[in-house]
């Protein structure tokens, strides 16, 4: 699969994205947090802040410059997104009701999906006038408000979790609950209506199943009797297919980065998985160290990754050392050679 870099301004490889006709599916982008800083790195560490070192990115643009920045961007992105596509914007909380703003004026409020706090650190036990914060934000926006490109990712329920939802245990040991085998809404004609072994559905409800599954559920012993003779159709734990995801996310940055800012892979694993299909095309245009575009090729997506910072292109090149990686109309230049 070929994949796609551009290494000067991410507005200019926008722009020539969009002029080539070249649609994306989904795009992460960790742009600068407006901190005001340079961010630096040397051969054996990358702080979020080093004391020394060679120049990684510089963040000080800040206020209406950044704003105004960081909006061409936005406005460059939505044009190459795919009617199905998502745009996930990792940002921090100082600067995200700016973010959010903007996100709303580029794509629009009816296409905000979801602002998702995520865990980052450990707690801070420092004093200091006010509460620690251990978090940040990712803003989940779509192009449109139709239908989008969605796989959730379920997650392994707890055995806390078991123990609460599946209260019961059978002779074997296997832990079980029971739901209603009867729905609101009456069933005038069909065979959800009539009744099952002489019962009638409760007034104003039909079952859910037809006479002849219900007979197929009791004989494979899938039927809970209640003391009334009240059935429920049993569901065992063993079962579970795990629970939808939720708007928090724990997923800690790395403790030695190879990049100042790099983010957790297992984080740019779910999204590109929730979001994209294999063979759709992922973008980030602020792409660092090169993980979103790892996580995408790993997962059979085509990526386009920029970045004009040559210390993030000297490390995404050993990085994706083995995967065909080709210039943006001839723009692609690495201080080391690389693959493809």
Not at 129 to 137: E, S
Not at 153 to 161: C, K, M, N, S, Y
Not at 187 to 212: F, I, K, S, V
Not at 237 to 250: H, I, N, R
Request: charged content about 25%; proline content about 9%.
């Amino acid at each position: 699969m070929e994949h796609l870099f551009y290494s000067g301004d991410n507005l200019d490889g926008l722009r020539l994205l969009a002029e080539m006709n070249i649609p994306v599916d989904l795009v992460y982008i960790d742009p600068p947090f407006a901190t005001n800083n340079e961010f630096l790195i040397d051969d054996d560490r990358a702080n979020t802040i080093s004391a020394s070192g060679r120049p990684a990115y510089s963040d000080r643009l800040r206020g209406s410059e950044y704003l105004d920045a960081l909006a061409a961007r936005l406005t460059a992105i939505r044009q190459v997104i795919s009617p199905t596509g998502s745009i996930y914007v990792h940002i921090d909380v100082k600067m995200e009701h700016h973010v959010r703003f903007l996100m709303d004026d580029v794509f629009g409020p009816e296409n905000f999906r979801n602002s998702i706090t995520r865990i980052k650190c450990n707690p801070k036990n420092f004093e200091r006038y006010g509460y620690g914060n251990f978090k940040d934000t990712i803003l989940f926006y779509s192009k449109t408000p139709g239908p989008i490109t969605w796989h959730p990712q379920r997650e392994p329920l707890t055995d806390d979790e078991v123990a609460r939802l599946y209260p019961f245990t059978d002779d074997n040991g296997r832990r079980y609950t029971t739901n209603p085998l009867h729905a609101p809404g009456v069933t005038e004609n069909g065979p959800t209506g009539q009744p099952w072994r002489g019962m009638p559905p409760p007034a104003g409800r039909h079952w859910r199943y037809p006479p002849r599954k219900l007979d197929e559920l009791d004989a494979a012993g899938l039927v809970a009797w209640s003391k009334t003779g009240n059935p429920r159709k049993i569901r065992y734990a063993s079962e579970a297919s795990g629970k939808l995801p939720q708007d928090v996310w724990l997923y800690k940055d790395p403790q030695r980065p190879r990049y100042p800012t790099q983010k957790n892979a297992r984080m740019l694993e779910r999204i590109i998985r929730t979001s994209s299909n294999s063979g759709d095309t992922v973008l980030d245009c602020y792409a660092g160290s090169g993980t979103t575009l790892l996580q995408a090729a790993r997962f059979n997506r085509r990526f386009i990754g920029m970045d004009n910072s040559p210390a993030a292109q000297r490390i995404f090149c050993a990085r994706a050392n083995g995967l065909d990686v080709h210039p943006l109309d001839q723009v692609f230049q690495f201080d080391t050679p690389h693959t493809g």
